[in-house]
């Protein structure tokens, strides 16, 4: 993978963690989480992550998504529909403009499942138009290697979200 898309996905990745935290959502539950990224569409597998949260580290991933938002989304609005959430946003990632719809389904703080629309102009490295689905299942206690912010792709490639937050222009 090139350096660019990495930073990408490591700013998606951040995104898609924090954007559950939407003021009227439940907090996640502290310890291990799953998150599975899917395509329907691509041609490549699920990807997934497991990484380690607790109130502080939500709380800097809701403020970099936001402090995000504000800096790079004209739109960026979340209202209830039911007992899904639903955001509205058009972002500019790179020097494509991001159109996104998502709804978010949270079951109490343990889990949540959201469905992503994104509509790329120009598009980024594929197609214009991406469905992903993200599911975040909470597992239990984090272990022993893993601090709160640790991420660790199936790939073995461990990251600390909060650095990347830290580090983020």
Not at 67 to 82: L, M
Not at 83 to 90: I, L, P
Not at 135 to 152: K, L, N, Y
């Amino acid at each position: 993978m090139h350096h660019r898309p990495l930073t990408v996905l490591s700013t998606l990745l951040l995104l898609a963690a924090g954007l559950a935290l939407a003021a009227e959502l439940p907090k996640r539950k502290p310890g291990l989480w799953e998150m599975t990224l899917s395509s329907p569409d691509a041609k490549r597998p699920p990807r997934s992550a497991r990484y380690c949260i607790d109130a502080a580290t939500e709380a800097l991933l809701d403020d970099f998504a936001g402090g995000t938002s504000r800096k790079n989304c004209s739109k960026d609005v979340t209202h209830a529909e039911g007992d899904h959430f639903v955001v509205e946003s058009v972002c500019t990632v790179d020097n494509s403009q991001v159109t996104g719809h998502t709804v978010i389904t949270a079951h109490g703080d343990s889990s949540f499942h959201m469905e992503i629309h994104s509509h790329f102009d120009p598009p980024m490295y594929g197609p214009a138009d991406v469905d992903t689905i993200q599911d975040s299942t909470w597992i239990g206690a984090c272990p022993a290697d893993m601090q709160p912010g640790d991420m660790v792709t199936a790939s073995g490639v461990k990251m600390n979200l909060k650095d990347i937050a830290k580090a983020s222009p």
